[in-house]
């Protein structure tokens, strides 16, 4: 039996979480995988205040205070006063948080690279328009996620795939496709 579309996208969720959360830990690091996510976040949505930065990483404000301190004695990102209000601060990501977060990305490649040793070009293929799709998805020139329509009932099976604005052949390359390490 074909799986339905709603056990593929779950399958393919549950599936990349536990990639790269077994490719973290096969890393050895001790960074909090919360300092990746919010630097991911900050590299396509910055500058941020603490509270967005906090509501974009699904942590508390608290939560989030005590991690951007650490990241700020990290020299990973700074703290500016915000021109529209200055009582509040934008958090933006440094040059060495960038360079730390392609690091970690090279890191995690390399360290899952040999689970995907033996497939051959036909899956390779697959694997690369998959990861394009998924991309055009979750992205916009923004930064941030569309917001999906509302499906006015329709089973998810009828309604149409977001348009990205992106011709089919167009799309990132393996290379420019990135993830958080959320997982």
């Known amino acids: 039996m074909k799986p339905s579309?709603?056990?593929?996208?779950?399958?393919?969720l549950v599936s990349v979480n536990r990639l790269i959360r077994t490719a973290a830990q096969a890393t050895g690091s001790t960074t909090s995988a919360a300092v990746?996510?919010?630097?991911?976040?900050?590299?396509?949505d910055q500058p941020l205040r603490l509270g967005e930065l906090a509501a974009a990483s699904r942590v508390a404000?608290?939560?989030?205070t005590r991690l951007v301190a650490g990241m700020l004695a990290d020299g990973l990102?700074?703290?500016?006063?915000?021109p529209d209000d200055s009582r509040g601060q934008l958090i933006e990501i440094t040059a060495a948080g960038h360079d730390r977060l392609v690091e970690w990305r090279t890191t995690l490649t390399h360290t899952v690279g040999p689970m995907f040793a033996d497939l051959d070009d036909d899956d390779w293929d697959?694997?690369?328009?998959?990861a394009t799709l998924?991309?055009?998805?979750t992205?916009?020139?923004g930064g941030r996620p569309p917001v999906p329509a509302p499906t006015s009932g329709l089973a998810p099976s009828s309604v149409p795939a977001?348009?990205?604005?992106?011709?089919?052949s167009a799309g990132p390359t393996p290379s420019s496709v990135r993830t958080e390490t959320s997982a």
Do not use: N
């Not at 990102?77 to 915000?82: A, G, H, L, N, Y």
């Open 77 to 82: 990102v700074s703290r500016t006063v915000d």
């Open 5 to 12: 579309r709603d056990q593929t996208i779950e399958t393919l």
């Open 162 to 168: 977001p348009s990205s604005g992106l011709a089919p």
């Open 36 to 44: 990746w996510r919010t630097l991911g976040i900050l590299e396509t």
């Open 126 to 130: 697959v694997l690369h328009h998959a």
């Open 134 to 137: 998924i991309a055009q998805r």
């Open 61 to 64: 404000q608290p939560t989030m």
């Open 139 to 141: 992205t916009t020139s």
